[in-house]
């Protein structure tokens, strides 16, 4: 079954247990100037869990929201599309993930990725592209994700992304009052294995709520379906081009 991970942003208190743990377990570096969490948290290559702050208007007037931002693992990833070496890879299970070894570099998975997740390590000598893993080896053992597996207050919940869309419409009819009638990530791009509720509209807490619910590559099929059709169709209108002009200077020559 597909896993995925419920962030309800009602719940979560900002304590950057999940950032911290994210760290711990993938022994990354915690990077004077670039913390993960706070009102200027941003993802980085060292940074692959982040808890940003944010002020948001609330049916009471101004209220403090807390966003955790990783990689959403989507269902059909651009950048594991985009990336011509298979280095990124979309699993069964559900995580987006990739192989160092095989990064050649070229970075086109950052430029493919809608939501500016893959980020690049421009200090190294042998850089990488590096991003959330969704701790695919603890779910190979049977285990959870690190960030979840250390939130206090349940606010992040790991399981099947089945039951947990189901959950998360039905916390929404439960309070229609509480939530905004929107699971995140249900449908933007395709869909996505990290799903979001929240009491604030996504727009106000820096989701971009604009976007498509057709994946990135199924765009990209459908211009790249075209391709031989246009090939075949430039090559006869050469050749006839070519043909007439062959011709023409055939009948002057005869004159």
């Not at 377990?25 to 969490?37: D, F, Q, R």
């Not at 980085?44 to 931002?69: I, L, M, Q, Y």
């Amino acid at each position: 079954m597909r896993k995925g991970v419920l962030v309800d942003l009602t719940r979560c208190v900002g304590c950057g247990s999940c950032a911290v743990a994210c760290k711990l377990y993938n022994g990354l570096k915690w990077e004077s100037g670039a913390s993960p969490i706070g009102d200027k948290a941003q993802l980085g290559s060292e940074n692959w869990t982040v808890v940003r702050k944010h002020v948001a208007e609330g049916k009471d007037g101004a209220v403090w929201r807390f966003v955790k931002t990783q990689c959403f693992h989507c269902l059909d990833p651009a950048c594991a599309s985009a990336c011509f070496v298979k280095a990124i890879q979309k699993t069964p299970e559900g995580p987006v993930v990739y192989n160092e070894r095989l990064c050649v570099g070229c970075r086109y998975c950052m430029l493919a990725c809608p939501f500016q997740v893959p980020k690049y390590e421009w200090d190294k000598a042998f850089p990488a592209v590096r991003k959330c893993r969704f701790c695919y080896d603890r779910l190979q053992e049977g285990m959870q994700p690190a960030c979840t597996s250390a939130c206090p207050t349940g606010a992040n919940k790991f399981g099947t992304r089945k039951e947990l869309l189901d959950e998360a419409h039905k916390r929404i009819a439960d309070n229609p009052d509480k939530y905004v009638n929107q699971v995140f990530g249900e449908k933007e791009y395709g869909g996505t294995s990290v799903l979001y509720l929240s009491d604030v509209p996504f727009d106000q807490l820096g989701f971009r709520t604009d976007v498509s619910q057709e994946s990135i590559p199924s765009y990209t099929w459908k211009v790249l379906k075209w391709t031989p059709y246009v090939a075949v169709g430039w090559t006869a209108v050469l050749t006839a081009l070519y043909l007439y002009t062959k011709r023409r200077a055939d009948v002057e020559e005869g004159h």
